[in-house]
DNA sequence: TAATGTTTTTATAATGATTACAAAAATATG
DNA sequence: CATATTTTTGTAATCATTATAAAAACATTA
């Protein structure tokens, strides 16, 4: 996806297509690494002038919102921000602290019995180790 | 589950059945309301004379590495926790902010193929507004 | 039971992520 | 171009959690 690309998709769902914003959606599109937003402000910092990391958090909570991206929550102690929204579950390493996609097919989620409930959002996530590091802990 | 038996599963999972760590663990049982460290301290205050919150925290983090009590990531702000280690699912309401647990059985779950990952926790949330908000908004 | 060593708890301070807020800058509108 | 609105910034405040060292509780041995 190329800016005009995520202009578009920006729009689309309500979000103004300012420069920053597309250049954060850009960042979260291409590298699709679950980052916090730690890493996304010493990322890009570098590339936008003055950029403030108060500005990332209100981004991020914006997106949220407009359901361009997806807020995870696997450790107490940090939000992970992700650009795919569709059906997709996640794996975090504790060893290398990375979190990972895995594929899951909407149909194969549990369907629990919850009458009169609104369900919004829906996240299943695993944790261990992930293979490299396995074998890394193996050798 | 009496004083005797909390002790009992403690001892029998590694975990010395001292005092504080018998009634915070018979609070987690009893209650099953997956609380925080405020809304256990705050009522345990009255029944455990000079209960520092960081007690709470040290048992609380104990019972998680030791696997008899789980420590549930929903909101990024709050981390919860729940005696109950078997697999279920848990949904959050965006009105009460209550958490609520739901029935899944294990071979519900998916099975992502993760070749050499070592899993060790398998988390299922749902977030959304429950039956009873639900009503009380549509009235 | 007393003495001693180890573990646990406490209180305070420190940390780290996130939010609140008001001023400055950017953007849109007429 | 002038003005109104929205966004961003920088700083300070907040909140949950952890670090630390002293005090208390507990277990062990004589």
Known sequence: ???????????????????????????LVSKRNHPTVDMIYSDLIHEINGLSKTTIYNVLNLFVQSGVALALNIEGNEIRYDADTSTH???????????????????DLPNPMLEGFRIDEQHFYLKGVCSFCANKIEA
């Open 89 to 107: 579950g996640h794996f975090k390493c504790k060893v290398c602290t990375g979190v990972i996609d895995f594929r899951i097919k909407k149909e």
């Open 1 to 27: 996806m190329d800016q005009q690309q995520i202009s578009a998709y920006l729009l689309k769902n309500g979000v103004r297509p300012l420069q920053k914003r597309v250049k954060i959606m850009s960042y």
